[in-house]
């Protein structure tokens, strides 16, 4: 018969190493009770890692297209902003100039150039509105100030105040604006104000897009999520624009007083149509924008609800079970408590109390 021997040292350490695994075991199973995760979320869960890791990954995906889209929402929502107060600027103008070519009001034909100088000003600062430094209304050029100030002398050497002055001045000026008909051809002629704002006058330097434009009429588009993007149509170089700021133009160019009643009446009136024209387009501007709104906060919902789904899924893969926790804890307690007994038990055995 073999007897094996087995020393005092070893059984110490073993017991040792036996103790110290369970408390280890037992203080990562506190640590999971009291943070509800798991503390080797990898090890305890295999294979599952890479499907963990991957949820991880959409979650970052979701959180940056979040952060985008409060970005593109805060800048429709500023455009939007900036086209409503430019709308009622152009509004109190077009008000005042019907009444002028209805009949000859001193009151209305006294405010009407000052009224029109204002709006121009505050449209022109309204439409070059930025954010984040990108101007909002320059298209693919934002990076450019869109409007220049009507006073201020743009690259084409010419300001806008300038450049419709020099086109009244071709005319023969004021003075020659003795009829409507003059009026009707200052507005439509070849290389009249009409000519100007639509970039089709000889020579070009003064156009639209050369004086008054210094950005593109490209729109900008916006990723939104995944394939779905948005187009953002608001340009101060749009046609709305154009005939809202030629109206506006050609009533602050020409004073009530320099030119007969029936003349500046029909002035009034066709720039009353122009800036109605223009309003009109603008509403329908703002409703593009409008329904870009709603776009992104549809998708922003969309994906918070994405999100949930996607963190749902994390929190298995990565929470600890709370009643196998404490299980285990028991189970881990009473074996250490054992493991303490038999050891103490050992301790007290002495060949003394056999002899």
């Known amino acids: 018969m073999t007897m094996i021997r087995v020393s005092t040292l070893s059984m110490a350490r073993q017991t040792r190493n036996n103790v110290a695994q369970m408390q280890a075991e037992m203080m990562k199973l506190q640590q999971e009770q009291a943070s509800g995760t798991k503390m080797d979320v990898a090890g305890e869960n295999g294979s599952r890692t890479a499907t963990l890791i991957s949820l991880r990954n959409t979650v970052d995906e979701i959180n940056q297209f979040d952060t985008n889209m409060t970005g593109q929402a805060a800048r429709l929502s500023t455009m939007q902003e900036a086209l409503t107060q430019a709308r009622t600027s152009a509004q109190t103008v077009r008000d005042l100039a019907l009444a002028a070519s209805g009949s000859q009001s001193q009151t209305s034909n006294a405010t009407i150039k000052g009224a029109a100088t204002d709006a121009i000003k505050a449209i022109t600062n309204m439409l070059n509105s930025s954010q984040s430094g990108r101007f909002l209304f320059a298209g693919t050029r934002f990076d450019q100030q869109p409007l220049q100030q009507p006073d201020a002398v743009a690259a084409s050497g010419l300001s806008p105040n300038a450049a419709v002055t020099q086109v009244i001045n071709a005319f023969g000026g004021t003075a020659a604006l003795t009829s409507p008909a003059q009026v009707d051809a200052l507005i439509d002629g070849p290389n009249g104000i009409g000519a100007l704002f639509n970039d089709t006058r000889v020579p070009a330097a003064g156009n639209y897009s050369n004086t008054f434009f210094n950005g593109s009429t490209t729109p900008v588009v916006g990723r939104v999520e995944g394939s779905v993007t948005i187009t953002y149509n608001a340009t101060a170089g749009d046609q709305s624009v154009r005939d809202m700021m030629q109206g506006l133009y050609m009533l602050s160019a020409v004073r009530a007083e320099d030119v007969p009643d029936e003349a500046y009446q029909q002035l009034a009136g066709r720039a009353m149509k122009l800036i109605n024209s223009g309003l009109e387009k603008l509403t329908q501007t ?16 969309n994906l918070r609800v994405q999100k949930g789904l996607v963190n749902n899924q994390i929190v298995k ?5 709370p009643y196998e926790s404490s299980l285990r804890l028991t189970v881990l307690k009473t074996q250490l408590e054992a493991t303490f007994s038999v050891t103490a038990s050992l301790g007290k055995l002495s060949l003394m109390n056999y002899l």
């Open 317 to 321: 893969l990565e929470e600890a079970d």
């Open 286 to 301: 703002q409703s593009l924008l409008g329904l870009n709104e709603q776009t992104v906060s549809n998708t922003q919902e």
